[in-house]
């Protein structure tokens, strides 16, 4: 499975941006998704998940009610939109898949990852 990000870019705080992830090569529905991001020092950390189906959702406290995390399980995709972002948002942001049904907020619960896309907040 690959895993294709993108949309990230440079914004003004209060602006919005959308990243997209579309997944090829042995694809599955069976799979849910995660987006995770990574600024320099720091370790990557969840930002929001999905289960496979998508009724279940997981946002990190940081980014709860800014950031809406969708699937669209016929076009392969998941989504992550992003508003009202901070400069604390900046950040190289990942997607990955999970080979299960139900989503996790950890690093090791995840299978398969992108290449990241870079987000930038300026003040």
């Known amino acids: 499975v690959q895993l294709q990000a993108s949309g990230g870019g440079l914004v003004q705080a209060g602006g919005s941006l959308r990243l997209s992830c579309v997944a090829s090569g042995r694809t599955s529905t069976n799979y849910a998704r995660g987006w995770f991001r990574q600024s320099p020092g720091k370790e990557r950390e969840a930002v929001a998940a999905?289960?496979?189906?998508?009724?279940?959702?997981y946002y990190a406290d940081s980014v709860k009610g800014r950031f809406t995390i969708s699937k669209d399980n016929a076009k392969n995709t998941v989504y992550l939109q992003m508003n009202s972002l901070k400069p604390e948002d900046t950040a190289v942001y990942y997607c990955a898949a999970r080979r299960a049904s139900d989503h996790v907020p950890n690093v090791a619960g995840y299978d398969y990852w992108g290449q990241g896309t870079q987000v930038t907040v300026s003040s």
């Open positions: 999905i289960s496979r189906i998508g009724g279940n959702t």
